[in-house]
C-alpha cells in the first residue's frame, strides 16, 4: 500500500451500535487526525496524535474515542453511535504537526 | 475567535482565470494551505504559503498577505477537471488548521 487507507468505504449503522473507523498509513508519519465532513460546513477535527502512544481533542470529540498503539494505525471508535454522528469521516497524516497534512479517502458513514 | 471566510460558489469560463478569496483570523498563524476536494473524494494539496508573497506551482498560484489575514489562489487556463471545491486552510499557533466550508468552482465550456 501506499499512503493512507481507510476502512470501511461506507457503513449503515444502526444507532446504539459501537463501530470503529479503520485507518492506517505507510509514509511513517508522526502526526496523524480524524475530520468529519458535513454538507455545507467545513472539515472538522475529532481527534489528532502528535506521535505514537498520544492523542489529544480537536473541536468535536464528543462520542468518540481514539487510540495511537503504533506510528501506522489510528482507530477511530463510536462507543455507541448516534444519528448525528452520520457524515463522511476522513483521517489524514503529517510528518510533523505542523507539516502538511495527507487525507485517506474517506468513510462515508450512515447511523439509522 | 476562529474563522475563514470564502465565497461559497463561483462559476468561470474553460481557458480563463479566476481568482478565489480567502480572509481569515486565527489564534496565532503558521502558515496557510489551500486544497483542492473534488466532489466525493478526499481533499489534495494545493499549496503552503507562510510568508507574504506569491508561490507559483503551473497553472496554480497563491498569494498571502499576513497582515491584511488575506490569502487567494488563482487558476489560469482552466480545464473543465478544474470544477472542484477549493479549501482554505490556515494554521493556528496549536499547529491545528481551521477550515472554512470551500469555494466551489464551477467551469463551464
Known amino acids: 500500500i501506499a499512503g493512507i487507507t481507510q476502512a470501511p468505504t461506507s457503513q449503515i449503522l444502526a444507532a446504539g451500535r459501537r463501530m470503529t473507523l479503520r485507518c492506517t498509513q505507510d509514509?511513517?508519519?508522526?502526526?496523524m487526525y480524524w475530520y468529519r465532513q458535513d454538507l455545507g460546513l467545513g472539515l472538522r477535527l475529532i481527534h489528532y496524535?502528535?506521535?505514537?502512544?498520544?492523542?489529544g481533542k480537536g473541536e468535536v470529540p464528543d462520542g468518540y474515542s481514539v487510540s495511537r498503539a503504533n506510528t501506522d494505525d489510528f482507530p477511530l471508535t463510536l462507543a455507541s453511535a448516534v444519528p448525528s454522528q452520520t457524515s463522511v469521516y476522513f483521517c489524514?497524516?503529517?510528518?510533523?504537526?505542523?507539516?502538511?497534512?495527507?487525507f485517506g479517502p474517506g468513510t462515508r458513514l450512515t447511523v439509522l | 475567535g476562529q474563522n475563514i471566510d470564502q465565497p461559497t460558489e463561483m462559476t468561470a469560463t474553460e481557458g480563463a482565470i479566476v481568482q478565489i478569496n480567502c480572509t481569515y483570523q486565527?489564534?496565532?498563524?503558521?502558515?496557510l494551505f489551500w486544497y483542492q476536494q473534488h466532489a466525493g473524494e478526499a481533499p489534495t494539496f494545493l499549496s503552503y504559503?507562510?510568508l507574504d508573497g506569491l508561490e507559483e506551482k503551473g497553472r496554480f498560484s497563491s498569494f498571502l498577505s499576513r497582515s491584511k489575514g488575506y490569502s487567494y489562489l488563482l487558476l489560469k487556463e482552466l480545464q473543465m477537471k478544474d470544477s472542484a471545491s477549493y479549501l482554505c486552510?490556515?494554521?493556528?499557533?496549536?499547529?491545528?488548521?481551521?477550515w472554512g466550508a470551500g469555494t466551489k468552482l464551477i467551469i463551464k465550456p
Open positions: 489524514a497524516s503529517s510528518d510533523l504537526p505542523r507539516s502538511t497534512q495527507y
Open positions: 509514509m511513517r508519519h508522526n502526526a
Open positions: 496524535s502528535n506521535t505514537a502512544g498520544t492523542t
Open positions: 486565527t489564534s496565532g498563524f503558521n502558515g
Open positions: 504559503n507562510v
Open positions: 486552510a490556515p494554521m493556528d499557533s496549536n499547529y491545528q488548521l481551521i
